[in-house]
């Protein structure tokens, strides 16, 4: 059964830094893209950034590049987003999800079957 566990969010002033970690089970881990996406209530939600673990290769949306950073431990089945520079703007809930569509890498949510639960964000100005 394939399993995504988010974690990490929380509370941090603007400025500062969390670290999100999405644990992930039941399938093989470099056969996938693991994505980030976030959502506020009343919006739709949105793709931050992804990686394809065969390759380390990463995309990020315009407004987290520089600030962000997405990189997986494949020995612990982890795919970990480092934020940084914090900013209101980037309070939301953050999900991550799989992908298995080889030929597909991107942030459009469509392409992605399984989903974490969600861990909260709060960024206070």
């Known amino acids: 059964e394939v399993q995504l566990q988010a974690s990490g969010g929380g509370l941090v002033q603007a400025g500062g830094s969390l670290r999100l970690s999405c644990a992930a089970s039941?399938?093989?881990?470099?056969?996938?893209?693991i994505g980030w996406f976030r959502q506020v209530p009343g919006k739709g939600r949105e793709g931050v950034s992804c990686?394809?673990?065969?390759?380390?290769?990463?995309k990020y949306i315009d407004s987290v590049k520089g600030r962000f950073d997405i990189s997986s431990d494949n020995a612990k089945n982890t795919v970990y987003l480092q934020m940084s520079s914090l900013k209101p703007e980037d309070t939301a809930v953050y999900y991550c999800?799989?992908?298995?569509?080889?030929?597909?890498?991107?942030?459009?949510?469509?392409?992605?079957?399984?989903w974490g639960q969600g861990t909260q964000v709060t960024v206070s100005s």
């Open positions: 990686i394809r673990i065969s390759d380390g290769t990463s």
């Open positions: 039941g399938f093989a881990f470099d056969d996938v893209t």
């Open positions: 999800a799989a992908t298995f569509e080889g030929d597909y890498f991107g942030l459009n949510q469509v392409w992605y079957d399984y």
